[in-house]
């Protein structure tokens, strides 16, 4: 049954991803959810034991390079679209290191069998919770806003000081939600 609802999730999530890209504006956006999406795909590839091999960590580390560039490159002026500041980067870039955190623990626990240190289990509960937790917080956010505090144009935001577009909360909650489940399939 696990497997099933992994799938159906997993399934869902590249749609959402398919949706965010189709509504994205410039390249960077459109690459950003390419990339979450990889990112996200990466230790699932390893749950669903996908003949893969090294192709997990190649993806994990082109998204973490493409992610680091986006914290560190130098902005312009006419860059002040929503979601392309430094911030939005650097908690993709937080995620993109989850992804691999549990890309790399999954990989030494399927060589290694089952690693029951109660440190390993707490450590990996606690972050599948932070992950579950920063899921509902971009449903929350994306959808429980009210709308008199909405902006009148239907650009994606993803600033407090307006609704975020549906198809940007609901991938990222949903990609959160993905390596969530990849944390508890660990414990």
């Given at each position: 049954m696990m497997g099933i609802n992994f799938a159906v999730l997993l399934s869902i999530t590249v749609l959402a991803g398919a949706a965010r890209l189709?509504?994205?504006?410039p390249l960077p956006a459109k690459l950003d959810a390419v990339t979450l999406t990889v990112a996200a795909l990466a230790p699932a590839s390893l749950i669903g034991a996908w003949p893969v091999d090294w192709a997990p960590y190649l993806a994990l580390a082109c998204a973490a390079l493409w992610f680091l560039w986006r914290v560190v490159a130098p902005r312009t002026a006419g860059q002040?679209?929503?979601?392309?500041?430094?911030?939005?980067a650097f908690y993709r870039l937080l995620f993109t290191g989850a992804a691999a955190w549990i890309t790399v623990s999954l990989a030494s626990s399927h060589a290694l069998g089952p690693g029951g240190q109660l440190g390993g289990i707490l450590l990996h509960t606690i972050?599948?919770?932070a992950l579950v937790f920063?899921?509902?917080?971009?449903?929350?956010?994306?959808?429980?806003?009210?709308?008199?505090?909405?902006?009148?144009?239907?650009?994606?935001r993803y600033s407090t000081g307006?609704?975020?577009h549906p198809a940007v909360g609901l991938h990222e909650a949903l990609v959160a939600g993905v390596v969530a489940l990849?944390?508890?399939a660990l414990v």
């Open positions: 189709l509504t994205a504006g002040g679209t929503a979601g392309a500041g430094r911030g939005a972050a599948a919770v920063a899921a509902a917080a971009w449903l929350l956010v994306t959808f429980a806003l009210p709308q008199e505090s909405a902006p009148q144009d239907s650009a994606p307006g609704k975020i990849c944390f508890f």
